[in-house]
């Protein structure tokens, strides 16, 4: 089972466009908030390189990312990779487990909620219309991640639980917020793969070695995958960007 991207050369564009929001919001919630924003960007920045990093070098990521029609190199790609698709759930996601301690349980989900979103619908939008742009001669870009490869999912269920029993000791007021943020990543995240799954630059692939060819799954499968993605997979092995912050102390 493969995560699939379609995307074409103007991703890149699309993706600094989104780092400029990012590194928008992230200040003026440092402004209003916080050093601990500033915190929760770098740190899973930090991290995302770090899985990025993972997934180049050992062939699970396939795919390549150019910049104004620029091949970026490998290391650029995950530069720019990992500082939006982390701080992009992230930054959001601990807002929201601020919010809810606080009481404004609706401002903070809706606000997320609206601002992930329509950020969201942007990307998958710019890449259908981009895609759709392209010549006869011309075609999209894929990029897939592998899913189920045995070695790979015995490593990630003893990584995930790790975070999750270095989740539960955080003691409490904390441990609640860890658990709203890691709860509220992976519900944007999930959002992420619905606006993106419904434009059809984001799915799930299955691979017929018979026919050595790349095919779509039934939509129950689609769904099944996707939610595994975000709920399991995605949230758990970004959660080091809070536990970890929080024990080494940086968090204010």
């Known amino acids: ?38 915190v ?18 050992s062939g699970v990521r396939e795919g390549e990312v150019y910049l104004y029609d620029q091949k970026l190199s490998k290391s650029a790609e995950i530069g720019l990779r990992s500082m939006v698709e982390g701080p992009a759930f992230c930054v959001p996601s601990f807002f929201v487990a601020d919010q809810v301690l606080q009481g404004n349980l609706l401002i903070g989900i809706t606000s997320a909620l609206l601002v992930v979103g ?18 006869s001669e011309e075609k999209p870009l894929i990029s897939r991640r592998g899913m189920n490869q045995p070695l790979a999912m015995i490593a990630l269920a003893f990584i ?52 050595k060819e790349y095919y779509k799954p039934s939509l129950s499968i689609q769904i099944a995958g ?9 949230a758990l092995l970004i959660s080091p960007a809070y536990w970890l912050t929080f024990y080494l102390g940086l968090f204010h």
């Open 118 to 135: 329509l950020a969201l619908f942007y990307m998958g939008y710019a890449d259908r219309r981009d895609i759709k742009r392209l010549s």
């Open 226 to 234: 996707l939610t595994y993605d975000s709920a399991y997979e995605m």
């Open 160 to 211: 995930n639980t790790i975070c999750l029993i270095a989740m539960f000791f955080i003691p409490q007021p904390y441990r609640t917020h860890a658990l709203i943020y890691i709860i509220s990543y992976s519900i944007l995240v999930l959002l992420f793969y619905f606006i993106n799954y419904n434009l059809g630059v984001r799915y799930v692939e299955y691979y017929d070695h018979d026919k």
């Open 40 to 57: 929760i960007f770098c740190s899973s920045s930090l991290l995302h390189m770090i899985i990025e990093g993972g997934l180049y070098f």
């Open 1 to 38: 089972m493969y995560s699939v991207r379609k995307t074409t050369k103007k991703h890149g564009n699309v993706s600094l466009h989104m780092l400029l929001l990012i590194l928008t919001l992230t200040a003026i919630l440092i402004w209003q908030y916080g050093i601990n924003y500033l």
